[in-house]
């Protein structure tokens, strides 16, 4: 015991010594803490991302590439509906969302946007040379209406409610007001690209949308306005099938398949494949916008990782050659200890309790500290790579290219529509704490095992005569 | 209780032989005084005594048992206190805590009362109990190094020129108490010195020349070498 109240008052004997010391260790400690709270964070949110974006399925033909490897719009393989409903009853998937769009046309209404002279009247001369129809509207499908891009953000219902039966469709309050439609008016509608599947909808919904009305500049410019977004109705997937597809010729097919367990990919294309899937389909998550939701927390993981390995090497370096001469300079006490029969172990012991003492109130004090300090820095260093992120993404303009394909759409940006995580909650998990203490404990016997391994090599007569 | 038997000794890589064939025994009760030449071997023997150093040849027998055998930490923790010449106190510790440290040491428990006590009768007040040693003059030090070595209460007590930077009056009282201890309490004290007025209190004064200890008998006038060097 006496050892201990000895290494205690040792401490304040050699203050300023220790004060140097303990500075080190505490700023090891908080570079840890504050590193290991971070990547803790942006690995579990990223995890989480996976587990939805990295479960996500798609399965769409890829035009791009389709294109890369020499084949043309008539090579577009269709696939029926009935596959894509089975695919969704493969036992590697936890759940399946059926989204789908097409371009429809109208006469019924005036869609945003169109100037012609009567609602739909506008032509174009199309690849085969004819004169046809412009299309006025989207008519987008889904089967899980909670999962519609932008409501909950950008768009939400101003008046009625969210299509529950067939034919219920909603529409947009600027294309509601245009063409004075309220609850429980009809429109009708034929599909643009698939002739004879015709639509009568009752609007049970209006709302009210806040997103950019274009995608892109190209649209807006070329008078697409049935790309307007506007000019999307809204209806369950249900109805948008019964209106009587039977492929995806002419439809946009964007089924999510949720695998439960995002490793399973490989053995999920194989199964949809056997089933008949066509080459030209891809079968993939969504890495794009893996990549740019997940990007800044990822980038922010490896920097920390990078700043907390090169604190760790140089604070290690550092203690190591403060303690080396702390020991050096104690030699002399040493030598007295052992010539007054102190044994060598009960020397290393105290100097160890020292060095220990020290560690972990720096633990303590590096904890608190850390933990206190770690969120604004996340905030701030996060903030910084979603700013930098962002501003990428503008500069590339979003998507440049929608290629159509029997009323397919494609663009050249997958991740189109996402944005980086920019949120980030820290906390201090007990796994992160034992690690601090695995460290902090390495670092205190780094320097103990120094100051050990140097005393023992004494004898105490020769340091006494060396004085 | 503590006997040189045939001992010899040289530094490691020297020529010189320091010591050949001493033979020496101290008895408990008694106060020894070694007297003799700066460089004759004093504190070499007194490293040996205290088992810091092991002779080259010979052995040095404690109650019966060879001290190149025994547990040597033990025996300098509680069978013997010793002042060295260059006094050995840790410098950035109280005085107070240095021997309170050195009784933990010891087995025997550091007791602050006892220590401020022994430090009194040492005449180093409380308040210099509890300066740093860096703080406190030569003579102070060495009183507290005195201190040290007998706090503990050992049955051997080896000093080395323990007086040297001490006043008359001061010097006087220590050397009581290492009488007192030695006559009193029947323990061994064994005194290197330079100094003739510490020659007064041994019961046997011995002088080592070229290795060879030569006892005097206490009327005869202190060796020649001794005059050279009084201050
Ligand atoms: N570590 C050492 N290595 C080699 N020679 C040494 C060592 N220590 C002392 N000596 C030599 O051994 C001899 C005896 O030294 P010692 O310290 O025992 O003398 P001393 O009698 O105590 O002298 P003093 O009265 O000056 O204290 C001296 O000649 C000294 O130079
Ligand atoms: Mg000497």
Redesign the interface.
């Given at each position: 015991m006496?050892l201990l109240s000895?290494a205690i008052?040792n401490l304040e004997?050699?203050k300023s010594r220790n004060a140097l010391i303990a500075v080190v260790t505490l700023a090891i400690v908080m570079a840890a803490v504050v590193t290991l709270t971070i990547n803790n964070a942006a690995a579990r949110i990223i995890d989480t991302i996976r587990l939805d974006l990295g479960s996500r399925v798609e399965i769409r033909q890829d035009f791009i590439e389709m294109r890369q490897i020499g084949l043309g719009r008539d090579d577009a393989a269709f696939v029926p509906i009935a596959s894509f409903m089975q695919f969704a009853e493969s036992a590697y998937l936890r759940n399946s969302v059926f989204n789908a769009a097409m371009y429809a046309w109208s006469d019924s209404f005036r869609a945003v946007d169109d100037f012609s002279e009567t609602p739909g009247s506008t032509t174009r001369i199309n690849d085969n040379g004819e004169v046809v129809l412009v299309e006025t509207s989207r008519l987008v499908g889904t089967s899980e209406p909670a999962s519609l891009a932008d409501f909950g953000s950008f768009r939400e219902i101003s008046q009625g409610r969210m299509f529950e039966n067939l034919n219920e469709a909603i529409i947009s309050e600027e294309l509601a007001v245009q063409n004075a439609l309220t609850i429980g008016d009809t429109i009708t509608l034929s599909a643009a690209y698939s002739d004879g599947i015709v639509y009568t909808l009752e609007i049970v919904g209006i709302y009210a949308d806040r997103t950019e009305p274009y995608v892109n500049f190209f649209l807006a410019m070329n008078g697409r306005f049935a790309d307007n977004r506007r000019n999307e109705i809204i209806t369950s997937f249900d109805t948008l099938i019964a209106g009587g597809w039977q492929t995806n010729a002419g439809l946009d097919m964007q089924v999510e398949y949720f695998l439960a367990d995002p490793a399973n990919i490989t053995a999920f294309e194989a199964e949809v494949r056997a089933l008949g899937l066509p080459i030209t389909y891809n079968v993939a998550i969504n890495q794009a916008a893996f990549d740019r939701v997940t990007g800044p927390l990822a980038g922010m993981h490896s920097a920390a990782t990078t700043f907390m390995f090169i604190v760790l090497i140089l604070g290690a370096i550092t203690l190591a050659l403060i303690s080396y001469m702390a020991v050096r300079e104690r030699k002399y006490?040493v030598?007295?200890?052992r010539?007054?029969?102190?044994?060598r172990a009960k020397v290393a012991f105290g100097i160890l309790a020292e060095t220990v003492i020290i560690a972990a109130v720096c633990l303590i004090l590096g904890l608190g500290i850390g933990n206190a300090i770690s969120q604004p820095i996340a905030d701030f260093i996060l903030e910084g790579r979603v700013a930098t992120a962002n501003q990428e993404i503008s500069e590339t303009g979003g998507a440049n290219r929608v290629l159509f394909a029997g009323g397919q759409m494609q663009t050249d940006d997958a991740a189109q529509g996402y944005t980086p995580a920019s949120e980030i909650q820290i906390s201090l998990e007990v796994a992160v704490i034992l690690q601090i203490i695995a460290i902090t404990l390495a670092l205190a016997a780094l320097s103990g095992i120094i100051g050990v391994v140097i005393i023992s090599q004494y004898e105490?007569?020769k340091i006494?005569r060396e004085? | 209780m503590l006997a040189l038997k045939n001992i010899s000794y040289k530094y490691e890589g020297t020529t010189r032989t320091i010591f050949k064939d001493v033979n020496l025994e101290f008895s408990p009760g008694k106060v020894y005084t070694i007297v003799g030449k700066s460089g004759a071997g004093k504190s070499t023997l007194l490293a040996l005594l205290s088992g810091l150093d092991v002779a080259t040849g010979g052995e040095i027998v404690y109650n019966g048992e060879n001290l190149a055998k025994i547990n040597r930490n033990h025996y300098r923790a509680r069978q013997m206190g010793m002042v060295f010449q260059s006094l050995n106190l840790i410098p950035t510790a109280t005085a107070l805590d240095n021997i309170v440290l050195s009784m933990n040491i010891s087995g025997v428990g550091g007791n602050k009362t006892r220590a401020l006590e022994l430090l009194k009768t040492m005449g180093i007040s409380p308040e210099k109990s509890r300066r740093k040693i860096l703080k406190l003059s030569g003579g102070e030090q060495q009183r507290i190094a005195i201190a040290r070595a007998i706090a503990h209460n050992p049955p051997l007590i080896v000093a080395d020129e323990p007086t040297g930077n001490l006043d008359k009056e001061t010097e006087g009282k220590v050397l009581k108490i290492f009488e007192n201890i030695a006559h009193e309490q029947g323990k061994c004290v064994i005194i290197v010195t330079h100094s003739r007025r510490v020659t007064t209190i041994a019961d046997e004064i011995w002088h080592v020349e070229k290795g060879i200890f030569r006892r005097f008998d206490g009327n005869v006038n202190a060796p020649q070498t001794q005059k050279r060097r009084r201050k």
């Open positions: 006496y000895n008052k004997r050699n006490e030598g007295v200890l010539a007054m029969g102190l044994e105490p007569l006494l004085r | -």
